[in-house]
T-cell receptor, first 113, second 117 residues
Framework: GDSVTQMEGPVTLSEEAFLTINCTYT??????LFWYVQYPGEGLQLLLK?????DKGSNKGFEATYRKETTSFHLEKGSVQVSDSAVYFC????????????FGQGTELSVKP | DTGVSQNPRHKITKRGQNVTFRCDPI?????LYWYRQTLGQGPEFLTY????????KSRLLSDRFSAERPKGSFSTLEIQRTEQGDSAMYLC???????????????FGEGSWLTVV
């Protein structure tokens, strides 16, 4: 079945460092791809999304490009802040599966001042 | 929109008791999803509704779990005879199915934490 694999965490960076969190997927159709962020004790917030190949999603300095040839959707940010510390989830959604989200295991990011 | 609302936010119960969680989706969202999340893991799909119809149930949803969405608006998730393994955060989410049916964004509530002691 469809699945999402993320790089394992935790990832620890210094403030203003460059961030990459790898995400690859397996899907039979043409899914939409998402990044969600979860702060401690809270639910998930949509960070960005892309609905077709070569689309770039971006929000709050984060961006990710839907790469169909490598089945990837890596999350990047040029300069992280302490406030970016959270758990990041990559997910896919396929309409032939009711649009439900299938999540990766999450990657914890810790940014130190 | 006020967002997806879940109640209660936290519930501690004794093993064997029944618990019920409520979810109020974003208004006019016709799809409603339930997920379960344990510490250090990504959310796992449990079930979803389109309007009042429950269209899919995961294998994770044992006979002790039941979800309803009687009028196509709010939903309840009941767990009967709770077990310690049921301890998790239960997330509700909603979306609006668009005409083309793809790319619909799913919005999550804050979650309901269940601790079974």
């Amino acid at each position: 079945g469809d699945s999402v694999t993320q790089m394992e965490g935790p990832v620890t960076l210094s403030e203003e460092a460059f961030l990459t969190i790898n995400c690859t997927y397996t899907a039979t159709g043409y899914p939409s791809l998402f990044w969600y962020v979860q702060y401690p004790g809270e639910g998930l917030q949509l960070l960005l999304k892309a609905t077709k190949a070569d689309d770039k999603g971006s929000n709050k300095g984060f961006e990710a490009t839907y790469r169909k040839e490598t089945t990837s959707f890596h999350l990047e940010k040029g300069s992280v802040q302490v406030s970016d510390s959270a758990v990041y989830f990559c997910a896919l959604s396929a309409d032939n599966q009711g649009g439900k989200l299938i999540f990766g295991q999450g990657t914890e990011l810790s940014v130190k001042p | 929109d006020t967002g997806v609302s879940q109640n209660p936010r936290h519930k501690i119960t004794k093993r064997g008791q029944n618990v019920t969680f409520r979810c109020d989706p974003i208004s006019e969202h016709n799809r409603l999803y339930w997920y379960r999340q344990t510490l250090g893991q990504g959310p796992e799909f449990l079930t979803y509704f389109q309007n009042e119809a429950q269209l899919e149930k995961s294998r994770l949803l044992s006979d002790r779990f039941s979800a309803e969405r009687p009028k196509g608006s709010f939903s309840t998730l009941e767990i009967q005879r709770t077990e310690q393994g049921d301890s998790a955060m239960y997330l509700c989410a909603s979306s609006r199915l668009r005409d083309r049916g793809w790319g619909n964004t799913i919005y999550f509530g804050e979650g309901s934490w269940l601790t079974v002691v």
